[in-house]
């Protein structure tokens, strides 16, 4: 009988590790489409226009996307069910031009309404705004942006990955080895100039 189990085990064990070789290829080419398919999306909306993407740059967890029409950065934020990765898209004033929801395992029916709550016309609407300008919340937490219907978690967790991402796209010109923005380093200058001074 341990032998017959034995067996069993490493026969499905290997057809497992087999199928997922096999797998691997194409999964990363669907996933590398639905990338470039939701950087369009973000960036250039419904318009058309040739879109030429440089390549990403990794900045405190999260990925820039610098294009000729805007900036698509990718944020991940803990929602009801788990990790919710959003891709948004920023125009050089810091304005909302889009947004995508890469993956969810938010509840369905109602969590993964963020798919299209908050986009252009929906009851959340959130394209073209400008999160520097005012933080994006939902009016439970004093602002002004509608939470989806009994969603509330999944509201605040799409929102601080948006709020998040307009500070990782904010702080693109960070200095890579240590992360410091060119205003922190500013300040820092000058504190140290006060010092001197003092």
């Known amino acids: 009988m341990t032998l017959v189990l034995t067996a069993i085990s490493v026969i499905a064990g290997g057809a497992l590790a087999y199928v997922n070789k096999v797998t691997e290829g ?4 669907i996933n590398a489409k639905n990338l470039q398919d939701g950087i369009k999306k ?15 740059v990794e900045a405190d967890g999260f990925t820039l996307y610098k294009t000729n029409h805007g900036t698509a950065v990718k944020a ?57 300008q005012k933080e994006l919340l939902v009016t439970k937490d004093g602002g002004d942006i ?30 890579t080895q240590s992360g410091a923005s060119t205003q922190d380093k500013q300040a820092g200058q000058a504190a140290a100039e006060n010092r001197t001074n003092q």
């Open 26 to 29: 194409p999964i990363a080419e």
């Open 42 to 56: 973000v960036v250039l909306g419904g318009q058309d226009g040739e879109l030429k993407v440089e390549d990403p």
């Open 76 to 132: 991940v934020a803990n929602g009801f069910g788990g990790p919710l990765e959003v891709l948004v898209g920023f125009d050089e004033e810091g304005n909302i031009l889009g947004y995508a929801i890469l993956s969810t395992v938010e509840t369905p029916g109602l969590g993964v309404k963020a798919d299209t709550w908050f986009q252009k016309g929906g009851k959340g609407d959130i394209i073209g705004k400008n999160p520097g």
């Open 146 to 175: 509608d939470a989806i219907t009994a969603s509330t978690i999944t509201s605040r967790a799409f929102l601080n990955a948006v709020n998040q991402a307009y500070q990782a796209y904010k702080g693109q010109g960070s200095d």
